[in-house]
Each structure stands twice: as structure tokens, then as C-alpha cells.
């Protein structure tokens, strides 16, 4: 069994230990680590594991081991004396199941009262019968020993400890063989790790002496948690990072000439040091060397030293070398190899992406990330459980975990409405003109610290990243701006998008003398929070400022036909239908005078009022390119749509310039299904709340549709609430329709088709908005596109969060103008004309290259200017211009988009007598050559003189087989590392002064041209996409 042993904590033995060996626990709490703890509980696997953590055997005659149910009421409270011994640093095991569980070692004793072990129950180890009391612990008066409180319990000490759940394999454990009467932080989930009695006892740990200087790696420790938790130690480092301010109040240390290399094995070398004054981090400085004394402690899971006072100093560091960071591609997958760098200066070579920005403005300041370049995605945007097995979407749940990383801001204050920096400090890392986008990429400006605390691992900037005097964020990260400013191209002669437009509401809360409202910072209102009729804005202002934004993206976003979702229901407030999407309609053409907008009425036949929704689906289109055809279509089925909006369909025809019809017709249907906030839970943990109402809106749905509009292209568009690969899809998949995307990849083999989200939620991605279409529908697409505007924005930047900071984010951009992304498709809708295919792009030129005034056989001299050109060539390749045949490398370019660079450089002032060749190249393959000659000098010219040292053939540096000629700075290798490219290099006799036979470059040139011209016979160019 792989148990990983805690390792307990020294204790001096009390008398009465010292005096009987087999001494029994006294009934008291044991944060002195002076008597036997409960170590381990499994609620699921139904175990209990006891541990001595002292030097002696403990006699466990008269102790009880006992559960109490969630109410916090003792089961079967004769059951479970104990007998026997614990001996020092072993272990005792208690199976809380008469039938035993599969897979636990036999046990020391068995609690003989059935099987009723639930995960929100108490496990307690009491001299006698266990007692009834309620809530916290009172060990002063009560005969319990160790009490554990799970979840929900009724009992606890100070707090209740996270439960493992009914898993067999999972448990609560206790972190150090240390009881702290906190079960909260004494405890964390994990893998079960049961031992009984028959196993080896650890040896105790030698006492530390708190004024000798103790190693932050031996405070660290190889495990999850310090060997030394509760000792008073004292130890050194250089300062890494501070936070005066904020929160955090303590600084970073790390041991001095550690890191710069690209892993690091346990014991981690960095350490927080906590000064609850602030004294500490506001008296030093990054790079200072310091020596602190204080109190070792696992903070929230993180190793910590408690400094009060004057128990620290600073200490002259001349001859001591500051520690750097460890940089790695990211960070280590498993736990142990995380622990080893807990405190510590860490710097990433790969790419790192945003995965979160919605916590950053509710929270503390936070950015999800994930390594890699792309965010985190939702599994069942990928995969179906039914249909790929849970498996398939258990390994994204577990690549996921791996991969998430938290940017911290390097301080503990929230920004939730009421705290204190709301009116004092602006928020870390957000900003309207370099946004922090989910999807984009993110890099270190400097090394930052790793971090465990709150369940996560994070990257902590070396100081605070916003204070009262800004928002400073980007000295330590940096956030690539990756806003479209318009939606990607799509073709076709008409397009179609659908549109969440985040419950525009043209009557506010003021209007209904709604009072239930959500406010900013200044108790002013924002948005109505619980009146009825209204979810949008709260008065007049903010509609003012919720209108501009989504005028401005629907605008933007160009298409023909637009479906709209959580528009207001008008009726619902005693108004017309569609007076709200009447003045969105106005508003549009207002704000853009080239626009001709119109909106869908409302069909004669509707659902009864009371059974509408307050929100409801919708159309606008531009009546300069297309009209609709008759009257639009709700379907009232209130057994399938009782909890969610009606489907509205309308077929649509596409008019040029002249108002004439010409193509094809489509219907459109616009959806707005039940969403995953209440309901039944699926059976499975993905597919989210009310899973079984959307399968059957979806089926509704599907035989609806096709049969109003038999033989007729028809989309299927809208929030359908269900990512990509869940169960309505799939129905909808029965009934003939295909996800536009899907269908897009197959055709054109493009996969990152299925790569475009719409939504973000809890860190992960994927899509709720969706566009099927049938077979009919499918054959007028052309493209298809998400208008990435909204989804990757930080909520800080919506409407609904006015004033909620201290910087207004507020503008009249698109940008999180809803929660939702738009979707974009283009339509081919003229089958009698069709749109004729684009010119195929030209044939690329081979490239070429020249050398420019010097032909084959002329003289030349050494330190003459040589130049050359290099046309029609790739983009980020590599030209060089080099002398044979040493070889020397006299100039080397990368190619920029022009394809052209130029060359230039001098002979080698050290070349020999002889033949030579000039040589351009690229990519190490020759483009082109001349043959040149140096003559010998006059004998009388000093600067010929063979006794000048700097002609010395011994000198490394000139040797003549050229091994060594190119400049490692340079990037060149020299020839014996040559690919194979270059054959004079490798062909020539390093006795020969390295001259290049004839079979050298120049045949070599014209060989390889020949091949590049047959490759260059066919080109195949892929369109890339990026993800939204």
C-alpha cells in the first residue's frame, strides 16, 4: 500500500507518561500533539484511522470510537470501545462497517453498528460512551479526545472539515499528525490511505532549536504540508516579493543561488512570511537578505512563518547570490512536483491563455488561465456521455484541472459591492483599451511566485498589482488584444445571425415602481433585481447605456436577417407586443443612417398571455436586402415550452437593388430553450439542470418545423441552452438538423470550426448559441463565423456593472454588450446565378537571388564589400550570404511579408590564396553562386608578415579545417554540424585550406532549384481561423 506517512511532531512526554509506559489519553484536545488523533476518515471507503503522534505507547482501554449522524446525534453509542495499544508513531484502524470494504487493510477494531456512515456525519475517539452536545467542541467540558465534523454536520471544531463525499476511494485526512481544533484547516480530500496497526511506526522528529538557523527547505519539507507546523523556527533568505498593502501583508523569501534552471525537485526553497502588522513588507525591498523568527503554520494549505515584532532583521548580502526563477513550459501536472515550488520565483516558456475573466470583478481580483493556447473547455461542447461514453469527457475534466492556473493580483481584499477597496483601489489587470480577453494569450513581464492557497494554484505578482495609486497590472503580465473589430467575412448574398441581447427591457424597474434593484458602489440603481415583468435596466440611464452598446454590435455585427433572444415582452407590461423591439429597431436605424432595419410583427396567432414568458424571441432584418414571406409562426406547444419561450419561425426571401425576389427562400427559426438554473439534474454531471425539458423542446421543435415548411431550407437558430454535444443537440440531429459548424469542418476539413464558442461559465467554454440547418438549408452555406464581442470580455465592462469600480469601464463600444456571442452564416441563396468562385490565387515564384557586380573567376580581395538580393522568397525564412570555403556567413536576414532582403558583408580579412565561391542560400538550400579567386599579396606588405600573431594557424579562432569559423553568436554551427545542405562544407579535405570542389554548391544550386520548381507544381492553401 502506498501510504504516505505523516510525519508526527517531537513532544516532551508528560509526567505521567514518563512514569507509565502504558499511559491512557486524558479526555482534552490535543493541539499539543500530546495524545492520539483521528488522522483519516472515509465516509465512503467506512473507515476511521487513529495516530500516535507522540514518543510513547498510548493505551487505548476505555476510549470509544463513535459516529454521529448529520443532526449531530450519537448512533449506537455502547458500540465502539476500543482496546489495545498505539504505539509511538503508529497507527490504529477502525472499520465503521460490520461487513468490511473491499481493498482496507484488517482492522484493529470494528464499530459494530451497521452501515449508516453518511457524508455529512462526525467521527469522535472520547474516554467512555460518546457524549451528546451540539456544535463546537467543548473539550473542557466534555470527555471527547478528537472530534471530525463533515459538510453539512451539526458538530464540529471550529468549523467543519470539506467532506470526501460517498466515493470509496476518496477520504478526509488530517495534513501533519497535528491536531489544531480546526477541522477546516486540519483536514483536506483526497485518496483514501488506510493503515493499521501492523505497520511500521515512524520515528519522532528531532526537537528544532528555535534560534538556529533552519533551512527553508527543511521548514518546506518534501510533503503536502510542514513537518514543523506549530514550531518556532528561524531562518533566512532574499526577498522576492512584498505586499505592504492589500491583504497579504508579509513578503516572499527564497534561499539565496537557488533556481535559474528548468525544474526543481522537492523541498521547495520559498516560503511566505506573515506579519500581521505589516511592519515586515513595508521595511523591505525586493533583493533585500533577511533573517526572520517565527511560528510555522499551513495557511488555507500554504507553508507560512508568523514574524511579530522585531523578530526580524536585514543582513548585509554582498557576497551571497540572489536566487532566480525556475523556468519550466509550465507548471508540474501532479501534486508533489506543484509542492515543490510552492514560494518559489517561477518564469513559463509556453504559451499560457485566459480562461476566466468573470471572477477578476465579483471576487479578489483574479484571472483564470490555463497553459496552452487555448482556454478551458466545456466537455459536453465536444463530446455526449450516452453517445462517447463518460469517460471521453473525464479525460477534459482532467486536462482541465491540470492545465487551469489562477493570476492572482498580490492582494486578499474582494471587490464585491460594500468592500472597502471598491471606493479606494481600481481593479488589477482590466482596462477598455488593452482588455483582458478570454482565448487571448498572456505572458509573464517578470517572474512571478507560485502560490497554493484556496484550493488552487496561482501565479502571484511580486508585489500588489493595483493600489491606491493605480492599476499597475501590466509590469507583471501582459494580455493580448485580439478584438475583432468586425465580424470575419462570410460571403454568400445574404447573411443570417442570431443574437442574446442580455434582457433588453425598454420599461425599467422605475417604470413599474420597482424598489428590488441591484446597485453600484454608490447605492445608486442598475438593474432590477425582483420585479416581475422587468429584468433589464432600472431606470431610464441605464437603458440609455445597455441601448448604445447592443446598437452598436448588432450595427457592427452586418447581417440580413438577426434573431433576437431575451428581448422584453411588451404585453406582459400592457404594451403592444413589439413595442420593445420597435424601439431597438428605431434606435439601429437612428445610429446608422446607411441601415434600413425592420422588424418581424408579432403573428396573429399567439399563445395565451399568461402563458407567454416576459421575455421572448424575436427577428429584425435590412429591408434593402431581403423580405419577409407572409406572416411569422409561434409554436404554442405548452406541454414542451411551459418553462420556456416559444419558437418564432419566419421564411425570408433575399431582394436586390431594385426590391425585386431572386434565389431561394429560407426560414429561420429563432429559440430560446430552458435554461440550466433550476429544474432536474441530469443523470449525468454535465448536461446541467432541466436536461429532459430541452430534449423534449428540441423534439417539439424538429417535427414542428419540418412539418409547417415541408421542402424548404430552414435554420434553427438561437440559445438553445445546450452546448455543442448534449442531448437536445443530438435530438435535433434525429429530425434532420446539423450544426452549421459541424457541417462547415466536414466540408472544408477545417477542424477549428469546431473550436468557435459563444459562452464562457466557471473558467470553461463552449457553445449555447447555435445555427442548424437541414440539408436544403445546409447547401446555401458558405461560411460561418462567431463575433468573439462578448463571451471573452470581463463583466466589469457591461452595462449592469456602471460604477460598480472605481474606473467608470463604461462605453458605447460592442464590446460585452450581452454575455453571448453572436453567430455569423453566409447564404448562397441564387441557384440561377450563382456566385462565380474566386480568381485562384497566383502561383507563387520561385525564389531567386543574385549577387550583385561579381561574375565567375573574378579577382577579389580581402575586406571587399559583396552584396546580394534575395526575391519572391517565404515569409520568416532564413537568407544568408556566406564565403567557401571555410565557410564564413557574412550576413544572414530572416524574410519579412515583402519576400526581398538584402546581403551584405566583406571577404574574410583571413581568407587564403585560392579559388573561392560566394554562396547565397536559403533555408541552408542554395539559390546561387559565383566562383572568385584571391590572389597572394606582395611579400613586401607588412600586413603579410607570416611572424604577425594574428595570422597564427594555431590560433583557434583561424583554424583552417573551418571547424570552428562561424561565430556560435551568430546562430551558425560550424561544418561538422552542417545538415547536410551545404555540400562544400561537408565535402571538403580539411587539408586542403577547405577549397570547394567542383561538385560543390554551384551544382548543388541548380539541383535543388529544379526541385523546388516540381514542388511548387501544386499549392494548397488552408484558411486559417482563430478561435473566438
Known sequence: MNKKKVRPV??????????????????????????????????????????????????????????????????????????????????????????????????????????????????????????????????????????????????????????????????????????????????????????NSGNDPEEPTDPVDPNEITPIGDIQGTGLASPLVGKTVTTEGFVTAKYPTGGKNGIYI??????????????????????????????????DFVQIKGKVSEYYESTQVTVSGNSWSKIDAEDRVKPKAVTMDRLPTDAAGKESLEGMLVDFSGPITVTDNYQNGVNYGEIGAAFGDTPLRQPSDVYNPTRDGHAALEAIDADNAERLITIDDGRTQNWNNGSASINSVPLPYISNTAPVRTGAAVELVQPAIAEYSNNKWKLQPVEPATTEAGNVGDKFFAFENDRPAAPAEVGGDVSLSGFNVLNYFTTTAEDVNCSSTYKDRQNNPITANSCNTVRGAANEENLDRQQEKIVTAINTLDSDVVSLEEIENSAKNGKDRDDALATLTDALNKADSSKNWEYVKSPNDLPDLEDQDVIRTAFIYNADTV???????????????????????????????????????????????????????????????????????????????????????????????????????????????????????????????????????????????????NELALEMVTDAEVYAINAPEAIALE?????????????????????????????????????????????????????????????????????????????????????????????????????????????????????????????????????????????????????DPGTDPSDPGTDPSGGTSANPSDGVSSSSSDSGNNAAASGSDSNSGGEMPNTGASVAGAAVAALLLTAAGVVLVVRRRSQA
Open 10 to 195: 517531537a513532544l516532551a512526554a508528560t509526567a505521567a507518561m514518563l512514569l507509565t509506559p502504558l499511559a491512557a489519553m486524558p479526555a482534552a484536545a490535543t493541539p499539543e500533539g500530546d495524545n492520539v488523533v483521528i488522522n483519516e476518515v472515509s465516509p465512503g471507503g467506512k473507515f476511521m484511522e487513529l495516530y500516535n503522534p507522540t514518543d510513547e505507547d498510548i493505551d487505548l482501554a476505555d476510549m470509544y470510537a463513535s459516529y454521529y449522524s448529520k443532526a449531530g446525534n450519537a448512533l449506537c453509542p455502547t458500540q465502539g470501545a476500543l482496546s489495545g495499544t498505539i504505539e509511538a508513531g503508529s497507527y490504529y484502524l477502525i472499520h465503521m462497517a460490520k461487513d468490511s470494504v473491499a481493498d482496507l487493510p484488517d482492522a484493529d477494531s470494528v464499530w459494530g453498528c451497521g452501515s449508516s456512515v453518511g457524508q455529512n456525519g462526525g467521527f469522535s475517539l472520547s474516554v467512555g460512551a460518546p457524549p451528546e452536545f451540539k456544535g463546537n467542541v467543548d473539550y473542557s467540558a466534555s470527555k471527547i479526545v478528537d472530534y471530525v465534523g463533515l459538510g453539512t454536520h451539526a458538530n464540529f471544531e471550529a468549523a467543519t472539515a470539506t467532506s470526501s463525499g460517498s466515493a470509496a476511494n476518496k477520504s478526509v485526512a488530517r495534513t501533519g499528525g497535528v491536531d489544531t481544533d480546526n477541522n477546516k484547516n486540519d483536514f483536506t480530500v483526497g485518496d483514501i490511505t488506510p493503515m
Open 254 to 287: 527564497q534561499t539565496e543561488d537557488t533556481g535559474g534552471t528548468t525544474s526543481h525537485e522537492a523541498p521547495s526553497v520559498g516560503l511566505f512570511v506573515y506579519d500581521g502588522s505589516a511592519a515586515l513588507p513595508k521595511g523591505v525591498e525586493i533583493g
Open 627 to 773: 423580405q419577409p414571406v407572409g406572416e411569422s409562426k409561434i409554436l404554442d406547444d405548452q406541454k414542451a415550452f411551459s418553462n420556456a419561450r416559444e419558437p418564432l419561425a419566419q421564411k425570408f426571401v433575399a431582394i436586390d437593388s431594385d426590391g425585386e425576389e431572386y434565389g431561394d427562400s429560407f426560414v429561420a427559426v429563432v429559440n430560446h430553450f430552458k435554461s440550466k438554473g433550476s429544474g432536474t439534474a441530469a443523470p449525468d454531471k454535465w448536461q446541467g439542470n432541466a436536461n429532459a425539458d430541452r430534449i423534449k423542446q428540441a423534439d417539439a421543435l424538429g417535427k414542428w418545423v419540418t412539418a409547417e415548411y415541408p421542402d424548404t431550407a430552414i435554420f434553427i437558430i438561437g440559445d438553445l441552452n445546450a452546448y455543442s454535444a448534449e442531448d437536445p443537440i443530438l435530438k435535433l440531429n434525429d429530425h434532420g438538423y446539423t450544426r452549421v459548424m459541424d457541417y462547415m469542418a466536414k466540408q472544408t476539413g477545417d477542424q477549428s470550426y469546431l473550436d468557435l464558442t459563444t459562452y464562457q461559465y466557471s473558467s470553461l467554454h463552449g457553445s449555447l448559441d447555435q445555427a442548424l440547418g
Open 799 to 947: 452595462y449592469s456593472r456602471y460604477n460598480n469600480y472605481l474606473t467608470i469601464y463604461h462605453d458605447d463600444t460592442q464590446y460585452r454588450s450581452s454575455d453571448h456571442d453572436p453567430v455569423k452564416i453566409g447564404l448562397d441563396v441564387d441557384d440561377s446565378d450563382p456566385t462565380p468562385s474566386p480568381d485562384p490565387d497566383p502561383e507563387p515564384s520561385d525564389p531567386s537571388a543574385s549577387i550583385e557586380g561579381i561574375e565567375d573567376g573574378v579577382v577579389v580581395e580581402r575586406g571587399q564589400t559583396v552584396k546580394a538580393t534575395v526575391k519572391d522568397a517565404p515569409e520568416d525564412s532564413v537568407a544568408e550570404l556566406s564565403f567557401h570555403s571555410d565557410p564564413v556567413v557574412l550576413d544572414s536576414e530572416t524574410v519579412d511579408d515583402s519576400g526581398s532582403v538584402d546581403l551584405e558583408g566583406t571577404v574574410p580579412e583571413d581568407a587564403e590564396d585560392g579559388d573561392h565561391e560566394l554562396v547565397v542560400t536559403l533555408d541552408g538550400e542554395a539559390l546561387a553562386s559565383v566562383s572568385v579567386t584571391i590572389e597572394a599579396d606582395d611579400p613586401s606588405d607588412p600586413g603579410t608578415d607570416p611572424s
